[in-house]
Structure formats: structure tokens, C-alpha cells
């Protein structure tokens, strides 16, 4: 058998990504039926139970009932489109590898009216539960609040990208839209199978742990899938790097003082510190070493415009300590919180904030050079070399 093909790869990767949505939607749209109606049917509890144990989901549930009760409408709203959600994201990568585009367009505006509806429904619940009162603290109500305006903000620029003629912006914001959506079922998947690597943590300390890195798992994620897209060498328009080696040399000054300072930090804290700083450290590790990786690679063979994607998120990944840091003390002051959850509050956003702000450099990376080219050329919108050929453009 040969290696296997970087097709091969995306399609599995597709493959796998839409049998975990088809298979979560079920679990999201039943998922706060019991608190609406007590003993009705709960698909994800059902599963829980018997992958994990009984008294593991119930001791779960149990904090849940007030919170949830008196803003239950709001969230059955969210949990529903949710559902529907983890299905129309399969759908549309279907009909644009199909090129039916005129499907795709229709089905793309139900997703982004489905994704706004969603969005307000879990927007009512956090405004009307106060930060300690959410699921496993504080930590996870910020992040809950981040992930909900990355959302937004993502979908809206995907839609004036398409608006403005850049399929491959709309392309890479919709990816990191999804992506973020798909925190939801991934978050399942780590409360199912982290009790094997970690036995006799409750579900909340299981989500404490999987908060660390699942901002930025599903940001690297959509980085990846954009980046297999895009098969691009160049770009015309751009030329030179917005992260010059002097700005990719100082953010990686910078992310190391704050990583040591978050390793310090955290060397006061016991057994449950380590393990936040472990589930924060290792999947960093990782999407450092693929990033730094596809940069050299990207430089080696000439592709310009990889080279440049890669370090312009490279970078970002470099500063995400140093916004994490930051923003521990302004949690602490503002929100009334102590060192040890301000702390794991920060870790958990700094990735996928400083992603977002990464593919946001990118788009004005793409709209400068289209803007350079036109001035040069006289060439209209429609001729610009950022009208790519995309399976989901």
C-alpha cells in the first residue's frame, strides 16, 4: 500500500467531521428535554451514562437544574438550532464540492440565520446566569461569552467576504465559524473519553481540563482545512511578510516570558492546577510544532503565500500567553476573581482569540493585495487573484 495522498487525508478528515455532526445533532436537539419535561428523552445523557457511569452525568445534572430552569426557553432554542446546525454544515460542504452554488447560497443563508438565532438564545443565558453559577465556574462562563462573539463575528465577516467577492475569506471565516460550533460536540467527546486518562474526576473538572485547549484545537483545525484548500503558491499583490523575522523572533520572546510565568504561576496550585497547565501545555506543543513546521516547509518549496499564512498564525500562537497573561489580572479586578480561575479563565481564551485575529490579518492581508493590484492593473473585482477555485468557497 502506498502513502497515503494529502487527498486521502481531506477526505477522511471530512468523513470523519461530518459523522461526528450527524451523529451529535440528535444529542443537541434532546439535550435539555428532561428540565422541560422531566424523564423525556435525553440521547446524550442515555450515552454518558453508560460510557462513563450514572452517578458521573447525575452529579453533573444536579447543579444544572436552577440555572437552566429559569432561562430554559432561550436555551432549548440553542440546543434545537444547534442540532440543525451540526447538519447543515455537512450540507454545505456538499454542495460547494458539488458546485451547486445556487444551493449552497441558499442553504448558506439558512446556516447564518440559524446561526444568529442560536447565538441569541445562548446570549439570553448567559446574561441571565451570573459567571459562578455556570457549569464547572467562572472559567466557563468567559469562555462560553468568547466563543459566542467569535461566532458572530466569524459568520458576519463570512458573509461580507462573500458579499465582497473574496470566496477564499468567506472560505476561512465559515471554516472558523464551524469550528467554533464544533466546540460543542468535541466538548462531549473529552467528557466521554478523558475518564479513562484521568478515572474519578467529576464531569466538571473533566470540562475544566478540556476548556484549555479546545479554543484552540477547533481555531487550528479551521487553519488547517483552509490551508488544504488553498493550494495557492502566490498571491499576487502580496510580497514581503507582515511577520518579518524581527516580529516573529520578538513574539517568540515575548510568548516565552508569559509561558513562564504561567508555568510559575501555576507551580503554587496542586494536583488539579497541573492538570489545567498539562491540558493547556501539550496541545500548544503541538499546534507550535505543525505551524513552525508548514512555515520551513511553505519557505523550502517556494509558496510564498503559505509561508505567509503560516507565520501570520504562527505569530498569533507566539503572543496567545501573552494575552492570556494580560488578561488574568483585568478577570481578577473585573469579575471579582481569584488568582487560580482568572488565570484558567485567560489559558482557555488566549488561542482562539488571537486566531480570530489572525485570520482577520489575513483578510486584510488578501484585501490589500487585491487593492494594490487593482491600482496597478486597472483590473475589476471579478479578475482579482483572490477568486479561488474552492470545494467550499
Not at 451570573?130 to 466563543?147: C, K, Q, R, Y
Not at 483545525?221 to 514581503?240: E, K, N, P, Q, Y
Not at 488561542?351 to 485575529?357: D, E, F, K, S
Request: aromatic residues 8%; contains cysteine.
Amino acid at each position: 500500500m502506498g502513502r497515503p495522498t494529502s487527498s486521502t487525508w481531506r477526505r477522511g478528515a471530512t468523513i470523519a467531521v461530518t459523522v461526528m455532526c450527524v451523529a451529535y445533532a440528535p444529542v443537541a436537539m434532546t439535550e435539555l428535554w428532561p428540565y422541560a419535561s422531566p424523564g423525556a428523552p435525553a440521547f446524550g445523557e442515555w450515552l454518558m451514562s453508560r460510557l462513563v457511569s450514572p452517578s458521573y452525568v447525575a452529579d453533573a445534572l444536579a447543579t444544572r437544574i436552577g440555572p437552566y430552569r429559569h432561562s430554559l426557553v432561550p436555551m432549548i432554542v440553542h440546543s434545537m438550532l444547534g442540532g440543525l446546525l451540526m447538519l447543515l454544515g455537512p450540507a454545505q460542504w456538499l454542495t460547494a464540492a458539488r458546485r451547486r452554488m445556487r444551493l449552497h447560497r441558499v442553504l448558506g443563508v439558512v446556516f447564518a440565520v440559524t446561526v444568529y438565532a442560536s447565538m441569541a438564545g445562548a446570549g439570553l443565558y448567559l446574561a441571565r446566569t451570573a459567571p459562578e453559577d455556570a457549569f464547572s465556574g467562572a472559567a466557563f462562563w468567559i469562555v462560553l461569552a468568547t466563543i459566542l462573539v467569535g461566532t458572530v463575528m466569524s459568520v458576519t465577516f463570512g458573509i461580507l467576504s462573500a458579499v465582497g467577492g473574496f470566496p477564499d475569506l468567506h472560505q476561512r471565516w465559515m471554516l472558523l465559524c464551524y469550528g467554533f460550533l464544533l466546540t460543542a460536540p468535541l466538548l462531549r467527546l473529552e467528557w466521554g473519553g478523558l475518564p479513562v486518562l484521568m478515572p474519578g474526576l467529576s464531569m466538571a473538572e473533566i470540562n475544566q481540563v478540556a476548556i484549555m485547549h479546545l479554543g484552540s484545537v477547533v481555531a487550528f483545525g479551521a487553519l488547517i482545512a483552509s490551508r488544504s484548500l488553498d493550494r495557492r503558491a502566490r498571491v499576487d499583490g502580496v510580497s514581503g511578510s507582515w511577520a518579518p523575522l524581527p516580529v516573529l523572533a520578538a513574539a517568540h520572546l515575548a510568548g516565552a516570558a508569559a509561558l513562564a510565568w504561567i508555568v510559575y504561576s501555576y507551580l503554587d496550585f496542586d494536583a488539579a492546577g497541573h492538570r489545567l497547565l498539562a491540558g493547556y501545555l501539550l496541545p500548544y506543543a503541538v499546534t507550535y510544532a505543525v505551524m513552525a513546521g508548514g512555515a520551513r516547509r511553505a519557505a523550502r518549496q517556494g509558496r510564498t503565500w503559505a509561508r505567509e499564512e503560516w507565520r501570520l498564525h504562527l505569530t498569533a500562537l507566539c503572543l496567545a500567553p501573552v494575552l492570556s497573561a494580560g488578561a488574568t489580572p483585568v478577570f481578577e479586578r473585573t469579575l471579582g476573581l481569584d488568582h487560580h480561575t482568572a488565570l484558567a479563565a485567560g489559558l482557555a481564551i488566549g488561542c482562539g482569540v488571537l486566531a480570530t485575529t489572525a485570520t482577520a490579518v489575513v483578510s486584510l492581508r488578501v484585501m490589500y493585495a487585491r487593492e494594490l493590484r487593482k491600482r496597478s492593473t486597472g483590473d475589476s473585482p471579478a479578475a482579482s487573484p483572490s477568486r479561488i477555485s474552492s470545494p467550499v468557497s
